[in-house]
């Protein structure tokens, strides 16, 4: 008797963790010094986040339930906007991808200029240091894909711990070292107004949560998706949400606003405060290792999305060819190469300041595609007959989301704005060049190919770049 061996599925208390996991990463490290310049009053732009990317979260988590098979965003997108809301949301996606990836080769390069007290802040030329550092680092974890995707995944799966375990710590034991007059004498150092204030670092908090989109991806290896996935990836978020506050706030009532505020590597000097500067030393390399894991699963992932695209020409054909070790290295180099051209054109005079550019470019490119997704929340019911009184409060739900992300939009900043405005104008320009390769029938399966977009996004990291 061949009894196939029956497949165990996860808890929901293991897709929780698993959820949180994923979130959590690279995208926290330089939030502490960030923060710190705006005050410790963004404690409540954490709360008005938290619950803006739970709400985002649980809609993706229906989203997911309600069209299997529709690959993602781009997936998402299409039933209400056609072919060219797919291009959009796969188009700003792809970009936020890339963005995303120089601010953690900057993290990197901070981290590591910290580890060797090397300080750039005085140098006349050096945000061309800074900014070379991170092109080479890019280029570097780009070489390194060259052999194919075997050994990245495996390689971000571990490195991730190099920041997710200093976090945890921090929250467990920064206690012991925490005072509550550095924290409250942090609260509000320029007097900005309450709205302005909050405002501020909406979308440096929104940062540390993007990849929520992709909390359900497991929902078919999971028991009861229907009811179990929806609650993991709001507890996720919750529990990555708690995880966000408590380290960045007690980091911030461990260290003196001044010197946090200027701080390459935030963490690495809480950890001196608590111990000594060897074990400061310790954590920072340990970060280091951690971003530049997450940045080589990410460039690799990057060109795999691209070369998704390419299948059903979204993207021109070259970025579709790969080696025989299965590795899309013309389009790793194409993408690492229009990733050096906008570190150049974003460099700053401090490293910080250079982290916070590429963060709001990055929210505001990774927002399109939410703002097609919930867009997309009520035909989707419609179309998988989900009942009325059902849908209403997931509709609802939706529309917060999407005025919470335009809220986030807003809160941007003019530049970031601008900047995320004129790449979103040229896609339709980009479509208009491609559309008729897409709209001429020769793709006859698109669910199959969104499918595999959604795949390329999980692999070989399986994490989103701010939060691996």
């Known amino acids: 008797m061949n009894d196939k061996p029956v497949q165990k599925k996860m808890g929901v208390v293991q897709l929780t963790i698993l959820t949180m996991v994923n979130m959590m990463g690279s995208g926290i490290i330089m939030l502490p010094t960030k923060l710190a310049q705006i005050g410790t009053i963004s404690i409540l732009s954490w709360i008005v986040t938290a619950g803006g990317a739970t709400i985002l979260a649980y809609c993706f988590a229906k989203l997911g339930r309600y069209s299997r098979n529709a690959g993602g965003m781009g997936g ?183 010197e946090l505020a200027a701080s390459n590597g935030p963490f690495g000097l809480a950890f001196a405060h608590m111990f000594n500067p060897t074990v400061g030393r310790i954590i920072t390399a340990l970060m280091v290792i951690a971003c530049f894991g997450s940045l080589l699963g990410w460039q690799f992932t990057i060109a795999e999305v691209a070369r998704s695209m390419a299948k059903v020409g979204q993207l021109p054909k070259i970025f579709n060819h790969v080696t025989k070790a299965g590795a899309p290295i013309i389009g790793m180099c194409i993408i690492t190469g229009l990733q050096t051209l906008l570190s150049f054109f974003t460099m700053s005079p401090s490293l910080a300041e250079q982290f916070e550019v590429l963060v709001n470019l990055a929210v505001i490119t990774n927002l399109i595609p939410y703002l097609l997704s919930m867009g997309a929340v009520k035909i989707l019911q419609k179309r998988s007959g989900v009942p009325s009184s059902k849908a209403r409060v997931v509709n609802v739900l939706a529309f917060i989301a999407a005025l919470y992300s335009l809220y986030s939009l807003f809160t941007a900043g003019e530049q970031a704005m601008m900047g995320g405005a004129l790449v979103t104008f040229f896609g339709w320009t980009l479509f208009g060049v491609l559309a008729p390769r897409l709209l001429d029938g020769r793709q006859s399966d698109n669910d199959k190919v969104h499918e595999e977009i959604e795949k390329a996004k999980q692999s070989p990291s399986g994490l989103n770049p701010a939060s691996a």
Not at 164 to 179: K, M, N, R, T
């Open 76 to 258: 998402y997108a299409e039933y209400a906007f056609g072919k060219s809301g797919s291009f959009m949301a796969n188009y700003t996606y792809i970009l936020s991808l890339g963005i995303a990836n120089i601010a953690i080769a900057i993290s990197a390069v901070g981290y590591g200029l910290t580890l060797f007290d090397i300080d750039t802040s005085g140098m006349s030329n050096g945000p061309l240091i800074v900014g070379g550092l991170a092109i080479a680092t890019m280029w570097l974890a780009t070489v390194l894909n060259f052999g194919g995707a075997s050994i990245t995944g495996k390689i971000g799966s571990i490195t991730v711990w190099g920041v997710i375990a200093p976090v945890l710590g921090i929250c467990i034991i920064g206690w012991f070292w925490f005072s509550p007059s550095t924290w409250t004498a942090a609260w509000n150092p320029h007097d900005l107004g309450f709205f302005k204030a909050v405002s501020s670092s909406i979308a440096m908090t929104l940062w540390a949560f993007l990849g929520l989109e992709s909390a359900s991806a497991n929902s078919d290896a999971v028991e009861n998706p229907e009811k179990n996935v929806p609650i993991a990836v709001m507890g996720g978020t919750l529990g990555a949400a708690v995880m966000y506050i408590l380290s960045t706030n007690v980091v911030a009532g461990i260290v003196n606003h001044e």
